[in-house]
């Protein structure tokens, strides 16, 4: 897959994107914003285990986020199940090298519409920490709506912590009663 947004690209990862990611992610605060899936301190190994797993999925469904020259982010979302099968939980980190640029609206945008479409979605969503106001920005100008605080509903780097409810639902998606 690959979707071009000017300078940057969402595309699919490649063992080639090993160094850069391990490069990029092996920051604090890229981690303490993601699940604890995410290693730290994120290491050349982290990336290649990362690669091979993601790349080993039917179907493709996280992605680098790029320069042309290298993997500088990446995005996915996660496809639900069983009554919930019409919605995907998305989630993201770019580099802080490139933090306050758009980028990460950009492609949360893209890679939404690709999501919807493909895989005939009515709601992608996101569960950001309620410390993280950056991530907020970037979903709201990416068109998702706030729908709720989440208490206490996590527990990140030795804390209890909120999270916050997104969701970007399809036009035609309507509340029945």
Known sequence: ???VLG??????LHPDDEEALARHANNRKIWRNLRDAFPHPYRREDARQFITSVTAQ???TVFAIATPEEAIGAIGFRLQEDVERISAEIGYWLSEDYWGQGITTA???AVTEYAMGKHDLKRVYAEPFAWNPASFRVLEKAGYVLEGRMKCSALKDGQV??????AYTQDDCQDLF
């Open 107 to 109: 492609v949360l945008k």
């Open 161 to 166: 912590v909120d999270q916050l409810l997104y």
């Open 58 to 60: 039917t179907p493709e």
């Open 7 to 12: 300078p940057w690209l969402v595309r699919s």
């Open 1 to 3: 897959m690959k979707i």
